[in-house]
């Protein structure tokens, strides 16, 4: 199970662990975004600081259909206990947890400042 909090600013986080291929690694907080259907988003400062390796370009559609060009990296994270590698996009902001990485699990979000936010295994 993972777990997290509503922050007073009404949005839901958890902290992930993002590991380099040199074995350094970074911990911090993400929202989860369930308008967002890739895996995950990275700041610049992570994905650089930990060298995680290039895999190729993409292009998406942010919310108020603006259109951006998006480097993808490998990233080994820490997901429900187990090291798991995805496929991050670099992206401006705090990083972001997408239904990608949410499938086959249950989002449960108490709506209050400072409420629970779970995330568990469906099966």
């Known amino acids: 199970m993972i777990t997290g909090q509503v922050t007073a600013g009404r949005e839901a986080e958890v902290r992930i662990e993002v590991r380099g291929p040199n074995g350094a690694v970074v911990i911090l907080e993400a929202v989860v975004d369930t308008g967002f259907t890739e895996y995950l988003t990275l700041p610049a400062y992570v994905i650089d600081g930990l060298?995680?390796?290039?895999?190729?370009?993409t292009r998406m559609v942010l919310?108020?259909?603006?259109?951006?060009?998006?480097?993808?990296?490998?990233?080994l994270i820490r997901w429900n206990g187990?090291?798991?590698?995805?496929?991050?996009?670099?992206a401006e902001g705090v990083a972001l947890i997408g239904m990608g990485l949410l499938q086959?699990?249950?989002?449960?979000?108490?709506g209050i400042d400072g409420g629970?936010?779970?995330?568990?295994?469906l099966v």
Not at 82 to 90: C, G, P, Q, S, W
Not at 104 to 110: A, H, I, K, P, Y
């Open 82 to 90: 187990l090291m798991r590698t995805i496929v991050a996009h670099k």
């Open 116 to 121: 629970a936010v779970t995330i568990t295994p």
């Open 63 to 75: 919310a108020g259909e603006l259109s951006v060009e998006l480097d993808l990296h490998f990233a």
């Open 51 to 57: 060298s995680l390796p290039f895999v190729s370009e």
């Open 104 to 110: 086959g699990f249950r989002l449960t979000v108490d």
